[in-house]
């Protein structure tokens, strides 16, 4: 009972010391320290084992088989009585730290005055002594206690070493020089990719022999970077060697210094690992577009245990290569991973291409896999896009005054039962227009906002406004043929409630369809734009389609169906014209002409041209823009001219509200 009673009242030295977590084992004990005594931390063969002696507390753990030291002392506090020390394991960074009383120990470290790697006090004897209030834990289990002994064993297993590495880049390489690009499916690339994450869980455990060591020679080369902990961080530089022979001949890399932050809360955190893995070969990396990368190399960036995204400061990756091509631009992006689909795709989101004349500088918000894309540079010049963008600002603003004056007065005129069919058609033309005119002119302004919300909701509702413009042009056309070709223009119920569910209800259905695919379908959308001097470029950016495959398919193809079945009722209104051919009317029929090709959208065909290169394509671009920025203006001149022109002739029977061509007469309505 006395002896319990003096345990209770002797000073129990140590408690309350800093603790940590996050830790994958941790064994506690009181110790009983009855003279001068040492810590010694040596080589054990396959485990860690803590020995308690009254000459010293022995620990012992595997190391590197290529270490030097294998036998470490460290002198402890040298007033006597019970102290409590915890061990704490940490296997990510393969570290052990020990907690003595009030003082910590980070085992490896030198301590300059307090350790010595002499084995002279292995020759002497020790007396085993037990281990109180023994308790242990180890990562996502509870806290045990365990009976008072002189001897305690945890199983680890054999730290990773420079020959696992190795022993995974080998196959690896192996692999992917066998396999050719073009012939790589799905099923070869998640291979790679899942021995590419194995290997980064393994260099994420690899002993490091310094601060930073490269493995491998060959296609994949990885390195990685100890990075210490301060309270004043520091940006962090890595340059790699240059290489001779290819389109890339190095790159660098800059982190900036908020990336290693160290929260206060998380002390346990000894030292950061930065993985750098360069990939020269492009085969595990293929979309659907098969896109081409700047000399096939793919660098990935990653910090041990830490999803990096949404960074204040970019990262900087630099790419030096030899001058490129005007025809081609370099885009940087990064690899995103389709959990939908066996394979992924390259995307540029997060991420600034800024260009010189032998190098790429990306600069993104996170940390992934990263490369140059080869894409076809459209030949627009600064002050070529300068020009056109002039162009289309005041065309687009006249032609959405033009459109609404032309509604108002259509509105007011449309009193006659056979025109008011007309009439409406017309009206919600000139309304699809207005629409797109004012959508195109805010959405560059949208995507320089910070919002990305709003930018997408930008671009559905610009692509809704140019679905809308193209089927009330097709509707027109329809109009045209029940004008021309039918002979009877029998009205039915609700003709026009019906024409508008088409007119807008499509448009509708196709950008809904679009945004359930993916919402991510609508968004910034870059256009890269040259410099005059210098050859360099940069993007234009407006909210928009960011899919090209959707934009080709849905645009471009429905289009096509409005331009192909509008180019059909056009032939067949001039030939009509031609059939009657009365003199006096040459001119009427020219302004007719004229303005139902505009009404129809027959000048859009002009961007079928944009595909080509050179000075034609250039003029087609002009010719595009100045036309269709002012269709609405176009559609108000013409309108007016007819007007005009019916009040001269008052004793014709024309009109001035619909297009009417009868095969028994030569008088045509026109509107």
């Known amino acids: 009972m006395k002896v319990l009673l003096l345990l209770l009242l002797s000073p129990l030295q140590g ?57 470490f002392e460290y002198r402890l506090p040298p007033a006597l009585g019970r102290y409590r020390f915890c061990i704490y394991w940490f296997k990510a960074n393969r570290t052990l730290r020990l907690v003595y009383g009030k003082q910590s120990f980070l085992l490896d470290e030198d301590q300059s005055s307090s350790i010595t790697s002499a084995k002279e006090s292995q020759k002497t004897e020790r007396t085993s002594t037990p281990i109180f209030n023994v308790s242990c834990i180890s990562k996502g289990g509870k806290n045990t206690s365990l009976d008072s002994k002189t001897e305690y064993f945890f199983l680890e297993s054999m730290p990773t070493c420079e020959q696992d590495v190795k022993g995974q880049l080998t196959p690896l390489d192996s692999l992917i020089a066998q396999l050719l690009v073009p012939a790589v499916g799905a099923t070869e690339q998640q291979v790679l990719r899942r021995k590419l994450e194995e290997l980064e869980k393994t260099l994420a455990e690899v002993e490091l022999e310094g601060q930073n060591q490269t493995f491998g ?177 005041i065309g687009c603003l006249i032609s959405a005054l033009a459109s609404i004056c032309t509604i108002f007065f259509l509105y007011f005129r449309s009193k006659q039962r056979d025109q008011i069919t007309s009439m409406h058609i017309h009206m919600n033309l000139l309304g699809a227009i207005f629409l797109l005119d004012i959508t195109f002119l805010i959405s560059e302004h949208l995507a320089s906002s910070s919002s990305e919300v709003v930018c997408r909701a930008g671009g559905v509702v610009l692509h809704f406004s140019l679905l809308s413009c193209l089927t009330w042009m097709g509707i027109e056309g329809y109009n045209l043929y029940r004008l021309v070709i039918e002979v009877f223009n029998s009205y039915h119920d609700h003709f026009h409630l019906k024409l508008c569910l088409v007119g807008w209800g499509i448009p509708f259905l196709c950008v809904m369809l679009i945004l359930l695919m993916s919402w991510t379908n609508y968004g910034p959308f870059s256009i890269p734009v040259y410099e005059s001097v210098g050859g360099k470029s940069t993007n234009a950016t407006i909210c928009w389609l960011t899919s090209p495959l959707i934009h080709n398919v849905v645009n471009l193809g429905f289009f096509s169906l409005v331009f192909l079945f509008n180019s059909v009722m056009l032939g067949a209104m001039l030939r009509e014209i031609l059939r009657q051919n009365k003199k006096g009317h040459k001119l009427k029929h020219v302004l007719a002409l004229f303005g139902l090709s505009i009404l129809l959208g027959i000048p859009w065909a002009l961007v079928f041209f944009s595909f080509t290169s050179g000075v034609f394509r250039l003029v087609s671009l002009y010719i595009f823009t100045i036309i269709n920025s002012l269709q609405g203006f176009l559609i108000f001149l013409w309108y007016w001219t007819m007007v005009l022109q019916a009040r001269r002739s008052p004793d014709s029977q024309s009109s001035s509200d619909s297009v009417k061509l009868q095969p028994n007469s030569s008088q045509s309505h026109l509107g």
């Open 15 to 71: 408690v309350g010391a800093s603790s940590y977590q996050g830790e994958d084992l941790r064994f506690c004990g009181d110790r009983n320290q009855t003279q001068n005594s040492t810590i010694i931390y040596e080589h054990s063969p396959a485990n860690i084992s803590i020995k308690n002696t009254a000459q010293a507390l022995i620990i012992k753990r595997p190391f590197l088989p290529n270490r030097t030291n294998s036998y």
């Open 217 to 393: 020679k060959a296609t994949v080369q990885a390195t990685v970077l100890r990075v210490q902990p301060t309270l004043v961080p520091q940006h962090l530089v890595f340059a790699s060697q240059r290489e001779e022979g290819g389109e890339v001949h190095g790159f660098t890399v800059d982190l900036p210094s908020s990336l290693f932050v160290m929260a206060k809360e998380r002390e346990e955190v000894v030292e950061h690992r930065v993985l750098l893995i360069d990939i020269n070969s492009q085969t595990m990396f293929q979309d659907e577009n098969s896109s081409h990368v700047l000399g096939d190399k793919v660098v990935g960036i990653s910090l041990v245990d830490t999803i990096v995204a949404n960074l204040l400061d970019p990262v900087v990756l630099t790419f030096f290569h030899d001058q490129l091509p005007r025809s081609v631009t370099p885009l940087c992006v990064f690899w995103q991973e389709d959990t939908t689909a066996s394979s992924g795709s390259w995307d540029s989101y997060g991420c600034t291409t800024v260009t010189g004349d032998n190098q790429t500088d990306c600069r993104c918000n996170h940390l992934t896999y990263f490369a140059v894309l080869m894409v076809s540079s459209p030949e627009i010049t600064y002050t070529h896009r300068d020009y056109l963008s002039i162009i289309t600002y």
